[in-house]
C-alpha cells in the first residue's frame, strides 16, 4: 500500500473540518521580506559582535534566515516570501523591474518555509551579484520606481487569505531614508505621492507595514524624511521609532528556538450545578509543556515511515485470531469473560463532566494544594444558550463573597476533585490585562499530601536554631544575589535548545552545531562581584566558624543510605551492561527489541537521565554512543 507521509504525520489540527484547524488558519501569518538591494545596501559596513565589518545587506539576510529557522518551529504552517527590490536582474509575476522574488523552484512565492529554502538563501550572497545584481531603480530622468514595485508585488503576493483570518506584514530593509532624494521638482512630488498611495491601498486591505531601518555608523536613519509618511508615525510614536525598530532588529537575529502555542480551547465540558442546570464551558491550557518529538522508525531502504502491527495466534491451532482477545475474571467456579470495551466501560467513573459539590473560603485552599499547572475555563454559548450568563453571576459571587467552588472532575484516566477559583477582569489603561474566568485547580489525594518530619542525630537534644548574626548575614548575602524582576520564562531550556540545533542542523547539512547559551549555568562573572563574594564569605564564617576546612569535611563525611543505594545501584547496572555489546545493538537497530530495564542497565551504567519512554531512552543511548 502507498504511504502518504502527510497523513501519517496528521493530527486533529491538520484536520480541514475540524475547529482547531480553523482556529489554526485564523492564527495564521503571512509575512513577506522587502530586502532593499541598491549598492548603498553593500558599501555601508558596521562591526559585527565578533569584531568583523558587516554591510548592512548581510546584516538583513542574517535577520531573515535566523527568522526562517526559528519560524519552522515556532509557525511551522505560516507563510512567507522574500523579495528584493533595486535589482538588475526582474523575476516577479507582474513582470516589473527592479523587483526579484526569492522562490525555490517548483515552489509558490508565498510558501511555508523549508528546509531547501533556507539552505539556499544561506547561500544568496554568493550568487546574488551573478545571478540577481544590484543597480539603483530610483534614478532622475527615469519613471521607474522600484519602491513602488515592490510594495505593489508584495500586496499581491498577499492576495491571499482573507485579512480578518490572516495576519499579513511586510517588512521592509533599507538604509536609504531618502529613497526619492536624488530627483528634484514634480517627478519628486509625483512619485513619493504614488508611493504612499500604494502602501496606503495596503494597509486598507490589512496589511501591516514595518519599517526595519539600517543607521550608517556616523548618521542615524532619518524615519521623518519619507518613511513616517509611509508607515503613518507621528508625534510620542515618531521619538521613540529608531530605539525600538533597534531592538526590533536584534530581536530577529537573537530569537530563541522554541515552540509557541497560541491560546486555543483544549476541549468542551459540560458543569453540572443542580439536578437539571448544567452549563457549557471551554478549557485553555495557559502552560504547556513543550517536549521533543516522538521517534519515528523509518525503513531503511525506502526511507518511509514504518507501521506497526500485533496480531493474535491460537495457542492450540496456530490460527490467526480475527475477533480481538477477551478477558475474564474468575467468580467462584465459573471465568466470567470481559471484552476490551466492557472494561473500558467498568473503568469509567464519568463522561468527563464537572459536578458541583459546594463552596468553601479562599483561606481552605492552600498553596501545596496547586500541584500542577492550572486549566482556564470560560463559558459558551454555543451548545447551552444562556451559560454566559449563568456563568457571569456564580463568578461575581464568588468574586464577592471570597469563595471557590469544589467540583467532581470525572475524567476516565484520573477522577479528582478541583477547586474552581473565579477571576475578575483586570483593566489598565493599555487595555485588558487579565480576562475574567475561572481557574481550575486539581486537588490532590490525601497520599499526595507529605507532612515534614524533623529527623535529627540526637533525639535527646533540640533541633538546632539558627542564631540573630548567622540570620542577619544570610539575609545579607540574599540580598546581594536576588535576581530582580525574576521570570522562569526569562530563560531557555538548554536541552530543547540543542535538540532544536541538531535538527536545524541535520535539515541544513551544517557542519557545526549552532552555539547554545545554556542560561541556567551560574552567573560566574556576578557571583565574582566584590560584594557577593564578602557576603559569601561572611556567611560561611558566622556558620562554620573560622578553622573550618571544607575539602576534609566532603571527605570525612559519611555517605547517607540513599548515597549507598545509589552506588549499588550503579555497580549492578554496570556489570549487566557489560554483558551487551552496545555499539553492535545499534548499529543493527536491536536496540528496540531490549526492554526498558534492559535499556536502563547502561542509562544507570553512564550516569544518564533513566525517565521517559522506550523511544526516549534509545535515543539517549544512540546520543552517548555518537550513532
Same mark, same amino acid.
Request: charged share 25%; with cysteine; glycine share 6%.
Given at each position: ?20 484547524? =480553523? ?8 509575512? *513577506? ?10 558599501? %555601508? ?17 542574517? /535577520?531573515?534566515? =535566523? ?15 522574500? /523579495? ?38 544561506? /547561500?544568496?550572497?554568493? $550568487? ?10 530610483? *534614478? ?53 505621492? +504614488? ?28 524615519? %521623518? ?114 471484552? *476490551? ?21 479562599? %483561606? ?24 454566559? /450568563? ?21 475524567? $476516565? ?149 540513599? $548515597? ?51 523511544? *526516549? ?5 544512540? +546520543?552517548?554512543?555518537?550513532?
Amino acid at each position: 500500500m502507498e504511504l502518504d507521509p502527510d497523513d501519517i504525520f496528521k493530527d486533529d489540527e491538520d484536520d480541514p473540518d475540524s475547529e482547531f484547524y =480553523q482556529q489554526r488558519e485564523s492564527s495564521k501569518e503571512f509575512v *513577506v521580506y522587502l530586502v532593499d538591494a541598491s549598492p548603498k545596501m553593500f558599501s %555601508s559596513t558596521c562591526p559585527s559582535e565578533d569584531g568583523k565589518e558587516e554591510t548592512h545587506f548581510q546584516i538583513a539576510i542574517s /535577520c531573515i534566515a =535566523q527568522s526562517l529557522k526559528t519560524q519552522i518551529i515556532n509557525r511551522s504552517y505560516d507563510e512567507v516570501a522574500i /523579495c528584493f527590490f533595486n535589482t538588475r536582474e526582474k523575476k516577479n509575476l507582474q513582470d516589473l523591474n527592479g523587483a526579484f522574488v526569492f522562490n525555490v523552484a517548483e515552489r509558490e512565492y508565498l510558501d511555508r518555509p523549508t528546509a531547501r529554502l533556507i539552505k539556499d538563501f544561506d /547561500c544568496i550572497e554568493e $550568487s546574488f551579484t551573478k545571478d540577481i545584481g544590484s543597480q539603483c531603480g530610483i *534614478v532622475s530622468g527615469s519613471r521607474e520606481n522600484s519602491l513602488y514595485n515592490a510594495l505593489w508585488i508584495a500586496q499581491a503576493l498577499l492576495r491571499k487569505g482573507s485579512a480578518k483570518t490572516a495576519d499579513k506584514r511586510i517588512l521592509l530593509f533599507t538604509n536609504e531614508d531618502d529613497p526619492f532624494g536624488s530627483i528634484k521638482g514634480v517627478a519628486k512630488a509625483d512619485m513619493t505621492r +504614488t508611493t504612499l498611495q500604494r502602501a496606503k491601498d495596503a494597509q486598507d486591505l490589512g496589511i501591516s507595514i514595518e519599517l526595519l531601518p539600517l543607521s550608517q555608523p556616523d548618521e542615524e536613519f532619518n524615519v %521623518s524624511l519619507f518613511y513616517s509618511d509611509l508607515i503613518g508615525l507621528e508625534g510620542d510614536e515618531l521619538a521613540q521609532f529608531m530605539p525600538s525598530a533597534g531592538q526590533k532588529l536584534q530581536d530577529m537575529k537573537d530569537q530563541l528556538r522554541k515552540q509557541m502555542f497560541t491560546k486555543r480551547i483544549v476541549r468542551r465540558i459540560t458543569l453540572s450545578i443542580a439536578n437539571g442546570l448544567s452549563i457549557e464551558l471551554n478549557t485553555y491550557a495557559l502552560i504547556r509543556p513543550t517536549l521533543p518529538g516522538a521517534i519515528t522508525w523509518l525503513d531503511s531502504v525506502t526511507n518511509r515511515p514504518l507501521k506497526t502491527e500485533r496480531s493474535f495466534i491460537c495457542a492450540d491451532t496456530g490460527a490467526l485470531m480475527q475477533e480481538p482477545a477477551k478477558r475474564y475474571q474468575p467468580y467462584k467456579n465459573d471465568n466470567i469473560m470481559l471484552s *476490551v470495551e466492557e472494561l473500558s466501560e467498568i473503568k469509567r467513573v464519568s463522561m468527563g463532566h464537572l459536578h458541583l459539590l459546594g463552596f468553601k473560603p479562599l %483561606s481552605c485552599l492552600k498553596d501545596y494544594h496547586n500541584l500542577r499547572p492550572s486549566t482556564f475555563i470560560f463559558p459558551s454559548d454555543k451548545e447551552v444558550i444562556g451559560s454566559t /450568563c449563568i456563568f457571569i453571576a456564580l463568578l461575581r459571587s464568588m468574586v464577592n463573597l471570597k469563595r471557590f467552588a469544589v467540583a467532581f472532575y470525572g475524567s $476516565s484516566s484520573r477522577p479528582q476533585l478541583v477547586a474552581l477559583v473565579a477571576q475578575d477582569e483586570i483593566i489598565s489603561a493599555g487595555g485588558q490585562v487579565e480576562p475574567p474566568g475561572m481557574h481550575m485547580i486539581y486537588l490532590p489525594y490525601s497520599d499526595d499530601v507529605r507532612h515534614v518530619e524533623e529527623i535529627h542525630s540526637d533525639t535527646n537534644a533540640g533541633a538546632p536554631r539558627a542564631t540573630d548574626e548567622q540570620i542577619k548575614k544570610a539575609a545579607a548575602l540574599i540580598k546581594h544575589i536576588d535576581l530582580k524582576d525574576f521570570s522562569v520564562f526569562q530563560f531557555a531550556n538548554p536541552g530543547l535548545q540543542r535538540h532544536y540545533a541538531v535538527l536545524q542542523a541535520l535539515a541544513l547539512d551544517e557542519d557545526d552545531m549552532p552555539e547554545i547559551n545554556d542560561e541556567t549555568l551560574p552567573d560566574e562573572e556576578g557571583m565574582a562581584r566584590p560584594g557577593v563574594v564578602k557576603a559569601v564569605e561572611e556567611f560561611k564564617l558566622s556558620v562554620y566558624g573560622e578553622n573550618y576546612d571544607e575539602e576534609s569535611d566532603m571527605g570525612n563525611g559519611k555517605a547517607s543510605d540513599a $548515597s549507598k543505594k545509589r552506588k549499588t545501584a550503579a555497580e549492578n547496572a554496570a556489570k549487566e551492561s557489560a554483558n551487551y555489546n552496545w555499539p553492535d545493538l545499534a548499529d543493527n537497530g536491536q536496540l528496540k527489541d531490549l526492554t526498558v530495564t534492559e535499556l536502563k542497565y547502561y542509562l544507570t551504567a553512564h550516569n544518564l537521565p533513566v525517565t521517559g519512554k522506550k523511544e *526516549v531512552l534509545i535515543s539517549r543511548i544512540l +546520543t552517548h554512543l555518537g550513532k
